[in-house]
Protein backbone atom coordinates (compact mmCIF):
# COMPACT_ATOMS: atom_id res chain seq x y z
CA UNK A 1 0.00 0.00 0.00
CA UNK A 2 1.69 3.50 -0.67
CA UNK A 3 1.23 6.28 1.54
CA UNK A 4 -1.21 8.16 -0.54
CA UNK A 5 -3.76 5.16 -1.09
CA UNK A 6 -4.04 5.55 3.15
CA UNK A 7 -5.49 9.21 2.99
CA UNK A 8 -7.96 9.49 0.35
CA UNK A 9 -7.84 12.95 -1.64
CA UNK A 10 -4.55 13.85 -0.42
CA UNK A 11 -2.51 14.70 -3.13
CA UNK A 12 1.14 13.14 -3.03
CA UNK A 13 4.55 13.34 -4.98
CA UNK A 14 5.11 10.16 -6.72
CA UNK A 15 8.36 7.96 -6.72
CA UNK A 16 9.35 4.50 -7.23
CA UNK A 17 12.55 2.55 -7.44
CA UNK A 18 13.20 1.26 -11.14
CA UNK A 19 15.13 -1.87 -11.86
CA UNK A 20 15.07 -5.67 -13.38
CA UNK A 21 13.97 -7.65 -11.25
CA UNK A 22 12.40 -5.09 -9.19
CA UNK A 23 9.46 -7.07 -6.87
CA UNK A 24 12.04 -8.18 -4.22
CA UNK A 25 12.82 -4.38 -3.31
CA UNK A 26 12.24 -3.74 0.14
CA UNK A 27 12.10 0.15 -1.09
CA UNK A 28 8.89 0.71 -1.21
CA UNK A 29 7.88 -0.41 2.23
CA UNK A 30 11.15 1.84 3.56
CA UNK A 31 9.77 4.95 1.74
CA UNK A 32 6.21 4.48 3.17
CA UNK A 33 7.92 3.77 6.67
CA UNK A 34 9.70 7.10 5.77
CA UNK A 35 6.70 9.08 4.77
CA UNK A 36 4.56 8.17 7.77
CA UNK A 37 7.61 9.38 10.36
CA UNK A 38 8.05 12.67 8.76
CA UNK A 39 4.27 13.46 7.44
CA UNK A 40 5.74 13.91 3.79
CA UNK A 41 2.95 13.12 1.51
CA UNK A 42 4.63 10.47 -0.54
CA UNK A 43 3.65 8.04 -2.78
CA UNK A 44 6.41 5.29 -3.96
CA UNK A 45 6.03 2.71 -6.35
CA UNK A 46 7.95 -0.39 -8.01
CA UNK A 47 8.92 0.29 -11.38
CA UNK A 48 9.92 -3.11 -13.56
CA UNK A 49 11.70 -2.11 -16.94
CA UNK A 50 12.43 -4.24 -19.45
CA UNK A 51 16.60 -4.42 -19.80
CA UNK A 52 16.33 -2.71 -23.20
CA UNK A 53 13.70 0.00 -22.42
CA UNK A 54 15.20 1.74 -19.07
CA UNK A 55 15.65 5.19 -21.06
CA UNK A 56 11.72 5.29 -21.93
CA UNK A 57 10.45 4.23 -18.75
CA UNK A 58 12.26 6.78 -16.83
CA UNK A 59 10.91 9.29 -19.23
CA UNK A 60 7.18 8.15 -18.73
CA UNK A 61 7.87 8.17 -15.60
CA UNK A 62 8.36 11.62 -15.46
CA UNK A 63 5.99 13.09 -17.66
CA UNK A 64 3.52 11.11 -15.76
CA UNK A 65 4.53 13.62 -12.73
CA UNK A 66 7.18 11.15 -11.11
CA UNK A 67 9.03 13.80 -8.96
CA UNK A 68 11.90 10.74 -8.71
CA UNK A 69 13.54 7.49 -9.07
CA UNK A 70 15.75 5.42 -7.00
CA UNK A 71 17.56 3.09 -9.34
CA UNK A 72 19.08 -0.50 -8.59
CA UNK A 73 20.21 -3.65 -10.59
CA UNK A 74 21.17 -3.33 -13.76
CA UNK A 75 20.38 0.34 -14.44
CA UNK A 76 22.58 1.99 -12.29
CA UNK A 77 25.67 2.67 -14.93
CA UNK A 78 22.48 3.95 -17.86
CA UNK A 79 20.95 6.12 -14.91
CA UNK A 80 24.62 7.70 -14.34
CA UNK A 81 24.71 8.22 -18.38
CA UNK A 82 21.00 9.78 -18.35
CA UNK A 83 21.67 12.71 -15.56
CA UNK A 84 22.26 15.99 -16.34
CA UNK A 85 23.91 17.08 -13.39
CA UNK A 86 26.05 14.47 -11.23
CA UNK A 87 26.64 15.10 -7.43
CA UNK A 88 30.45 14.55 -6.99
CA UNK A 89 29.81 11.35 -5.38
CA UNK A 90 27.74 10.23 -7.50
CA UNK A 91 30.71 11.16 -10.51
CA UNK A 92 33.13 9.46 -8.69
CA UNK A 93 30.98 6.30 -7.90
CA UNK A 94 30.28 5.94 -11.82
CA UNK A 95 27.06 4.85 -11.14
CA UNK A 96 23.49 6.65 -10.01
CA UNK A 97 21.19 5.19 -7.19
CA UNK A 98 19.06 8.04 -7.37
CA UNK A 99 17.34 10.55 -9.85
CA UNK A 100 15.79 13.56 -9.13
CA UNK A 101 13.83 15.59 -11.96
CA UNK A 102 14.60 19.22 -11.42
CA UNK A 103 13.22 22.15 -13.57
CA UNK A 104 16.83 22.27 -15.20
CA UNK A 105 17.41 18.71 -15.73
CA UNK A 106 17.46 15.16 -14.31
CA UNK A 107 19.88 15.22 -11.16
CA UNK A 108 21.86 11.76 -10.27
CA UNK A 109 22.95 11.05 -6.77
CA UNK A 110 24.54 8.03 -5.49
CA UNK A 111 23.80 7.50 -1.80
CA UNK A 112 25.07 3.71 -1.13
CA UNK A 113 28.19 5.19 -0.19
CA UNK A 114 26.56 7.58 2.56
CA UNK A 115 24.42 4.56 3.56
CA UNK A 116 27.27 2.32 4.61
CA UNK A 117 29.14 4.97 6.76
CA UNK A 118 25.98 5.99 8.52
CA UNK A 119 25.26 2.55 9.19
CA UNK A 120 28.87 1.40 10.38
CA UNK A 121 29.11 4.86 12.44
CA UNK A 122 25.32 5.53 13.93
CA UNK A 123 23.71 1.93 13.90
CA UNK A 124 26.99 0.22 14.47
CA UNK A 125 28.69 2.50 16.35
CA UNK A 126 32.33 1.96 14.96
CA UNK A 127 34.13 5.77 13.75
CA UNK A 128 36.07 5.70 10.89
CA UNK A 129 38.11 8.36 11.47
CA UNK A 130 41.29 7.47 12.18
CA UNK A 131 40.77 3.74 11.50
CA UNK A 132 42.65 1.01 9.87
CA UNK A 133 39.88 -0.16 6.70
CA UNK A 134 40.06 -3.05 4.37
CA UNK A 135 37.41 -3.00 1.38
CA UNK A 136 37.07 -6.18 -0.11
CA UNK A 137 36.32 -6.26 -3.81
CA UNK A 138 36.88 -3.65 -6.84
CA UNK A 139 34.23 -3.88 -8.62
CA UNK A 140 31.29 -1.05 -8.76
CA UNK A 141 29.66 -1.59 -5.40
CA UNK A 142 33.38 -0.97 -3.91
CA UNK A 143 33.68 1.85 -6.26
CA UNK A 144 30.84 3.67 -4.92
CA UNK A 145 31.78 3.41 -1.24
CA UNK A 146 35.26 4.88 -1.21
CA UNK A 147 34.88 8.54 -1.69
CA UNK A 148 32.47 8.37 1.32
CA UNK A 149 34.47 6.42 3.39
CA UNK A 150 37.74 8.84 2.82
CA UNK A 151 35.60 11.97 4.13
CA UNK A 152 35.64 10.64 6.81
CA UNK A 153 39.53 10.37 7.69
CA UNK A 154 40.51 7.07 8.37
CA UNK A 155 43.90 6.38 9.15
CA UNK A 156 44.00 3.36 5.91
CA UNK A 157 42.41 1.83 3.16
CA UNK A 158 43.85 -1.38 1.64
CA UNK A 159 41.45 -2.39 -0.97
CA UNK A 160 42.10 -6.29 -2.04
CA UNK A 161 41.10 -7.48 -4.98
CA UNK A 162 41.12 -11.48 -6.76
CA UNK A 163 41.79 -9.62 -9.77
CA UNK A 164 44.86 -7.02 -8.44
CA UNK A 165 44.78 -4.08 -11.67
CA UNK A 166 40.82 -3.21 -11.46
CA UNK A 167 42.11 -2.31 -7.26
CA UNK A 168 45.19 -0.43 -8.37
CA UNK A 169 42.58 1.28 -10.90
CA UNK A 170 40.82 2.21 -7.66
CA UNK A 171 43.65 3.30 -5.57
CA UNK A 172 45.16 5.40 -9.01
CA UNK A 173 41.65 7.18 -9.36
CA UNK A 174 40.91 8.15 -5.52
CA UNK A 175 44.99 8.64 -4.62
CA UNK A 176 44.03 12.73 -4.86
CA UNK A 177 40.71 12.49 -2.80
CA UNK A 178 42.90 9.58 -0.22
CA UNK A 179 45.66 12.88 0.32
CA UNK A 180 43.05 15.42 0.69
CA UNK A 181 41.71 13.48 3.55
CA UNK A 182 44.95 12.66 5.00
CA UNK A 183 44.64 8.68 4.38
CA UNK A 184 47.11 6.08 3.11
CA UNK A 185 45.56 4.23 0.55
CA UNK A 186 47.15 0.71 -0.76
CA UNK A 187 46.19 -2.39 -1.98
CA UNK A 188 46.26 -4.69 -4.87
CA UNK A 189 45.85 -8.77 -5.60
CA UNK A 190 44.67 -10.80 -2.37
CA UNK A 191 47.69 -11.26 -0.18
CA UNK A 192 48.66 -6.86 -0.61
CA UNK A 193 48.02 -6.10 3.11
CA UNK A 194 49.39 -6.32 6.33
CA UNK A 195 49.12 -9.23 8.58
CA UNK A 196 47.68 -7.26 11.49
CA UNK A 197 43.76 -7.22 11.98
CA UNK A 198 41.72 -4.03 10.40
CA UNK A 199 38.81 -2.28 12.25
CA UNK A 200 36.60 -2.57 9.86
CA UNK A 201 36.25 -5.36 6.75
CA UNK A 202 34.09 -4.14 4.02
CA UNK A 203 32.85 -7.29 2.33
CA UNK A 204 32.02 -4.76 -1.07
CA UNK A 205 32.66 -8.60 -3.51
CA UNK A 206 29.58 -10.11 -5.26
CA UNK A 207 30.57 -13.56 -3.18
CA UNK A 208 27.72 -13.63 -1.18
CA UNK A 209 25.41 -13.73 -3.85
CA UNK A 210 26.74 -17.23 -4.62
CA UNK A 211 27.85 -18.16 -1.25
CA UNK A 212 32.17 -17.47 -2.17
CA UNK A 213 34.16 -16.63 0.51
CA UNK A 214 36.73 -13.69 -0.99
CA UNK A 215 40.23 -14.68 -0.56
CA UNK A 216 41.54 -13.03 2.81
CA UNK A 217 44.21 -13.18 5.09
CA UNK A 218 42.76 -14.96 8.42
CA UNK A 219 45.03 -12.32 10.15
CA UNK A 220 42.78 -9.62 8.86
CA UNK A 221 40.47 -10.75 11.50
CA UNK A 222 40.79 -10.16 14.89
CA UNK A 223 38.43 -9.66 18.27
CA UNK A 224 38.56 -5.71 17.63
CA UNK A 225 37.52 -5.84 13.86
CA UNK A 226 33.86 -5.07 12.28
CA UNK A 227 33.61 -7.08 9.49
CA UNK A 228 30.81 -5.85 7.27
CA UNK A 229 28.79 -7.58 4.32
CA UNK A 230 27.00 -4.99 1.89
CA UNK A 231 24.89 -8.06 1.04
CA UNK A 232 21.88 -9.65 3.55
CA UNK A 233 19.81 -11.87 3.88
CA UNK A 234 17.63 -14.32 6.50
CA UNK A 235 20.78 -15.74 7.26
CA UNK A 236 24.26 -14.81 8.07
CA UNK A 237 26.36 -14.63 4.74
CA UNK A 238 29.23 -17.07 4.54
CA UNK A 239 31.67 -14.06 5.00
CA UNK A 240 29.80 -12.91 8.61
CA UNK A 241 30.26 -16.94 9.65
CA UNK A 242 33.97 -16.83 8.83
CA UNK A 243 34.28 -13.48 10.30
CA UNK A 244 32.38 -14.51 13.70
CA UNK A 245 34.65 -18.03 13.96
CA UNK A 246 37.73 -15.88 13.64
CA UNK A 247 36.45 -13.68 16.84
CA UNK A 248 35.37 -10.13 14.85
CA UNK A 249 32.22 -8.72 15.07
CA UNK A 250 29.96 -9.21 11.89
CA UNK A 251 26.86 -6.87 10.35
CA UNK A 252 25.06 -7.68 7.32
CA UNK A 253 24.42 -4.73 4.60
CA UNK A 254 20.54 -4.47 5.72
CA UNK A 255 21.16 -1.26 7.65
CA UNK A 256 23.45 0.01 4.86
CA UNK A 257 19.82 -0.40 2.43
CA UNK A 258 17.86 1.69 5.57
CA UNK A 259 20.13 4.00 5.20
CA UNK A 260 20.87 4.81 2.03
CA UNK A 261 16.99 4.73 1.13
CA UNK A 262 17.28 8.30 3.82
CA UNK A 263 19.39 10.09 1.98
CA UNK A 264 17.71 9.49 -1.22
CA UNK A 265 14.48 10.69 1.04
CA UNK A 266 16.78 13.86 1.93
CA UNK A 267 17.75 14.65 -1.42
CA UNK A 268 14.26 14.54 -2.76
CA UNK A 269 12.59 15.87 0.24
CA UNK A 270 15.15 18.20 2.06
CA UNK A 271 13.86 16.27 5.31
CA UNK A 272 15.89 13.26 6.68
CA UNK A 273 14.28 10.37 8.38
CA UNK A 274 15.04 7.83 11.18
CA UNK A 275 16.88 4.68 9.99
CA UNK A 276 17.01 3.05 13.10
CA UNK A 277 13.52 2.14 13.86
CA UNK A 278 12.79 1.43 9.93
CA UNK A 279 15.90 -1.24 10.31
CA UNK A 280 14.65 -2.34 13.69
CA UNK A 281 11.73 -3.96 12.08
CA UNK A 282 12.88 -5.35 9.12
CA UNK A 283 15.42 -6.95 10.83
CA UNK A 284 12.14 -8.57 12.87
CA UNK A 285 10.25 -9.43 9.04
CA UNK A 286 13.66 -11.12 8.54
CA UNK A 287 14.10 -12.65 11.80
CA UNK A 288 10.38 -14.38 11.22
CA UNK A 289 11.05 -15.52 7.96
CA UNK A 290 14.11 -17.59 9.15
CA UNK A 291 12.37 -19.03 12.09
P1 LIG B 1 29.29 -4.98 -8.22
O1 LIG B 1 28.65 -3.84 -8.94
O2 LIG B 1 28.36 -5.79 -7.36
O3 LIG B 1 30.50 -4.54 -7.47
P2 LIG B 1 31.02 -6.02 -10.25
O4 LIG B 1 31.35 -4.64 -10.71
O5 LIG B 1 30.81 -7.10 -11.25
O6 LIG B 1 29.73 -6.01 -9.35
O7 LIG B 1 32.19 -6.46 -9.23
C1 LIG B 1 32.13 -7.68 -8.56
C2 LIG B 1 33.27 -7.71 -7.54
O8 LIG B 1 33.17 -8.91 -6.78
C3 LIG B 1 34.65 -7.72 -8.16
O9 LIG B 1 35.56 -7.12 -7.27
C4 LIG B 1 34.90 -9.23 -8.26
O10 LIG B 1 36.25 -9.59 -8.36
P3 LIG B 1 36.99 -9.58 -9.80
O11 LIG B 1 37.28 -8.15 -10.11
O12 LIG B 1 38.22 -10.38 -9.56
O13 LIG B 1 36.04 -10.23 -10.76
C5 LIG B 1 34.35 -9.68 -6.95
N1 LIG B 1 33.98 -11.09 -6.88
C6 LIG B 1 32.92 -11.70 -7.44
N2 LIG B 1 32.89 -13.00 -7.11
C7 LIG B 1 33.97 -13.22 -6.30
C8 LIG B 1 34.49 -14.35 -5.62
N3 LIG B 1 33.89 -15.54 -5.71
N4 LIG B 1 35.60 -14.22 -4.88
C9 LIG B 1 36.22 -13.01 -4.80
N5 LIG B 1 35.78 -11.89 -5.41
C10 LIG B 1 34.67 -12.00 -6.16
Not at 210 to 229: M, Q
Request: some cysteine; proline content about 5%; hydrophobic content about 45%.
Amino acid sequence: MSVSESKPGVHADRYAVVGNPVAHSKSPYIHAQFALQTGERVEYDRLLAPLDGFVEHVQAFHAAGGLGLNVTVPFKLEAHALAHKLSPRAAAAGAVNTLRFDADGIFGDNTDGFGLVRDIEVNLGVSLEGARVLLLGAGGAARGVVLPMLERRPREITIVNRTAPKAHALIEQFAGAAGEFGCLLNGGGPGAFDPKSYDVIVNATAGSLDAALPECDERAFGTGTLAYDMMYGAQPTVFMRHAQALGARAADGLGMLVEQAAESFFVWRGVRPEGAPVLAALRAQLAAQAA
